[in-house]
C-alpha cells in the first residue's frame, strides 16, 4: 500500500449509498450521522476510502442525482457540519473521503433553473441551459421518452436523463466557473476526491445533429462507431484539465473518478491522460460475461489501454445503478445484463449467483490497480428481485413506461444486525424501500467471526490484498487454467465443469469456497495461493 499522494493508485474504495446505508434518525432514510457512526465498520472491514453518493438539497426524483445546491446537505441526510464531521471521523480512522459531483445537469429546483424559468426566452439565465424553440432533434432520455421538454412559456429545455434534470449549458463561461468553484468548496472542506457522474455527457456537439440510437446507463455506445452527439465529445477533456489544474494546488493526492460510458478502452484511458482524470470505472469489466476468454480479454485491454496513458485500471462489479452481482451471475453465463429485476420477470439462481459472485470478487480484488466496492456486496446481498412495483421510486420505472424495473432492487437499505428492527439500518422499522423478509441471514452480525461468510470472505482478501501488495502488481498469465500470477500470488478460477489441481507446492491463501476432499478447486471457485 502506497502511503503518498498516489494512494488512489492500488486503493479499494467503498461506495456508500446514503439513503441506504444507515439510518439514525428512524425516519425510514439514511442520514449522514448514520454513515459516522458506521464508518469504523468500513475500517474493520479494510477499505481505504469511501466514495459517498449525493446527499446535497435536492427534490430527489433521481435519489439525489438532480442536485439544487451543490454547496449544501439535504435536511434528510444532515447538515453542512455533518459532512465536516463525517470527513474528520474517516480521516481519523485513515479513511479518504471521496464525494459525487453531477455536472452535466441540475436539478429542476436549482436556483439557476428557476431563475431560466422566471426570466424568460432570450434571457441569460436560459444560457446556463439548452433551451431551444422547438426540439432541436429526436433525442431520447436515458430513462425513457424524448430528452426535450416544453415550459409553460412555449420553448423546451434538453434533459438527457429526468425531465427534473436539465442538461447545463457547459459552453458558457458562467457554468465553468461555477464548478470550478464547487470543487474548491469541498477540496477546501477536506475531500480526497470526486467521482464526476456522467463525465462524458457535459458538451454536445455543435448543432445538436439528429441521433436515433438509445442510450441506456452505462451502456448505448458503439465502440466501433463515432461517438453519438451528445456523449464523449472532444470538447469535455479540456473541461477535466482546468479541473485537474485546480485539484494540483491541493495537498495530499485529491482524485477525479470518471464515470463515463465509452468504449473501447483506448477512449476511456483518454479521459485518464496525466493532466486529467485520476480513474475512470471499468464498465466493460462489469459487463463482461462469467467466462473466462472474454474475461481474460476485458483484463488485458483494460491493462494495456490503461498502461499506455501511465494511470491505473479499476476494476468494479456492482453500483447503485446495476442489478448486484450476486444476482447477475445467478443467471447462465452471457446473459445480458437487465435493467432491473421483478417479481414477474425470470428469477435468478441465488445460491450459483452467490457462489459465482465470490468467485468473481476474489478474482477482482487480485488483479492490480484500483478496486470499486458497493455497499452491501460484502454481506453478499443479492438484488431484491420480488420488491412490490408501487415501491420503485427509480424515474426508469415510470419513463420508459414500466419496460423498466428500474435500480431500486438495489439500492434497498442494508442489514445490519439480524434481530433488530429495519434489520438494524436504523432504531425503527422504516426503511424508504422494503427489505426482503430473508435478510435477517445477511446481517453483518450474523457474519463477523463466522468462517466462510462472505464479509469474512472480504475481509481476509483485503488484508492479504494489502500484505501481497496486489494492487500495485501485475498480471501474468499461466498456461492451462484461467490462471495469473501477481508477485508471489497466484489467482486461479475454475470456470469448468470439473475440480482442478492447484500447481505442485502452491500453498493456498485464501479460496471463496473449500477446496474438495482430494484439495481441488471446484467449479466457480477462485483461489489465491503462494507460488
Ligand atoms: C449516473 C448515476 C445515476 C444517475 C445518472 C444521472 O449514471 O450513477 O444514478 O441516475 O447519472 O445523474
Not at 466514495?51 to 435536492?58: E, G, K, T
Not at 423498466?404 to 437499505?413: A, L, S, Y
Request: contains cysteine; hydrophobic residues 40%; negative net charge.
Amino acid at each position: 500500500m502506497l502511503h503518498t499522494d498516489a494512494w488512489w493508485r492500488d486503493a479499494v474504495i467503498y461506495q456508500v449509498y446514503p439513503r441506504s446505508f444507515a439510518d439514525s434518525d428512524g425516519d425510514g432514510m439514511g442520514d449522514l450521522p448514520g454513515i459516522t457512526g458506521r464508518l469504523h465498520h468500513l475500517k474493520e472491514l479494510g477499505i481505504d476510502a469511501v466514495w459517498l453518493s449525493p446527499f446535497y438539497p435536492s427534490p430527489q426524483h433521481d435519489a439525489g442525482y438532480d442536485v439544487a445546491d451543490y454547496r449544501g446537505v439535504d435536511p434528510r441526510f444532515g447538515e453542512l457540519g455533518d459532512a465536516d464531521k463525517l470527513i474528520a471521523e474517516a480521516h481519523g480512522l485513515g479513511l479518504k473521503v471521496i464525494v459525487d459531483l453531477v455536472p452535466n445537469h441540475t436539478s429542476n429546483e436549482h436556483e439557476w433553473f428557476r431563475a431560466a424559468l422566471a426570466a424568460g426566452p432570450g434571457s441569460p439565465e436560459r444560457e446556463r441551459y439548452i433551451f431551444r424553440d422547438a426540439p432541436a432533434n429526436s433525442w431520447t432520455s436515458v430513462f425513457g421518452g424524448s430528452a426535450w421538454e416544453q415550459t409553460p412559456d412555449g420553448q423546451w429545455y434538453l434533459h438527457l436523463f429526468d425531465v427534473s434534470q436539465p442538461d447545463l449549458n457547459w459552453d458558457n463561461p458562467e457554468v465553468r466557473a461555477e464548478f470550478l468553484d464547487i470543487l474548491r468548496f469541498w477540496l477546501d472542506r477536506g475531500v480526497d476526491g470526486f467521482r464526476v457522474d456522467v463525465a462524458h455527457g457535459m458538451v454536445k456537439e455543435a448543432g445538436l445533429k439528429d441521433w436515433t440510437t438509445t442510450s441506456t446507463i452505462l451502456g448505448g455506445l458503439d465502440p466501433a462507431g463515432p461517438p453519438p452527439p451528445m456523449w464523449d465529445q472532444e470538447g469535455v477533456h479540456e473541461i477535466y484539465q482546468s479541473w485537474r489544474r485546480v485539484l494540483d494546488e491541493y495537498e495530499g493526492g485529491r482524485i477525479l473518478v470518471a464515470e463515463a460510458w465509452v468504449a473501447p478502452a483506448d477512449r476511456l484511458a483518454r479521459y485518464v491522460r496525466p493532466d486529467e482524470m485520476h480513474q475512470a470505472f471499468n464498465f466493460p469489466y462489469l459487463d463482461a460475461p462469467w467466462k473466462p476468454a472474454e474475461l481474460r480479454a476485458v483484463i488485458d485491454e483494460s491493462l494495456r489501454a490503461n498502461d499506455a496513458v501511465g494511470a491505473t485500471t479499476t476494476w468494479v462489479l456492482s453500483n447503485h445503478d446495476v442489478v448486484r452481482h450476486a444476482s447477475r451471475l445467478g443467471f447462465p453465463a452471457g446473459t445480458p445484463r437487465m435493467p432491473g429485476i421483478g417479481a414477474g420477470d425470470p428469477q435468478p439462481d441465488a445460491a450459483l449467483g452467490l457462489r459465482r459472485a465470490r468467485a468473481a470478487t476474489l478474482l477482482m480484488l487480485g488483479l492490480p490497480g484500483s478496486a470499486y466496492l458497493y455497499q452491501g456486496e460484502e454481506l453478499g446481498l443479492p438484488e431484491h428481485t420480488t420488491m412490490p412495483d408501487e415501491f420503485r421510486e427509480d424515474p426508469a420505472w415510470e419513463r420508459s413506461g414500466h419496460a423498466e424495473r428500474g435500480r431500486d432492487g438495489c439500492r434497498v437499505p442494508l442489514p445490519w444486525e439480524a434481530d433488530a428492527p429495519s434489520y438494524g439500518f436504523g432504531p425503527a422499522d422504516a426503511s424508504w424501500l422494503p427489505q426482503p423478509a430473508t435478510w435477517a441471514e445477511y446481517a453483518l452480525d450474523r457474519q463477523q467471526g463466522i468462517p466462510g461468510s462472505t464479509w469474512e470472505l472480504y475481509h481476509s482478501a483485503l488484508g492479504l490484498r494489502r500484505e501481497h501488495h496486489l494492487g500495485s502488481g501485475s498480471v501474468t498469465w499461466q498456461d492451462g487454467e484461467f490462471a495469473f500470477r501477481n508477485g508471489d500470488v497466484l489467482v486461479l478460477t475454475n470456470f469448468g465443469a470439473e475440480p482442478v489441481e492447484l500447481p505442485a507446492g502452491a500453498r493456498l491463501l485464501l479460496s471463496s469456497e473449500p477446496l474438495d476432499d482430494d484439495g481441488r478447486v471446484p467449479t466457480d471457485v477462485t483461489v489465491w495461493a503462494l507460488v
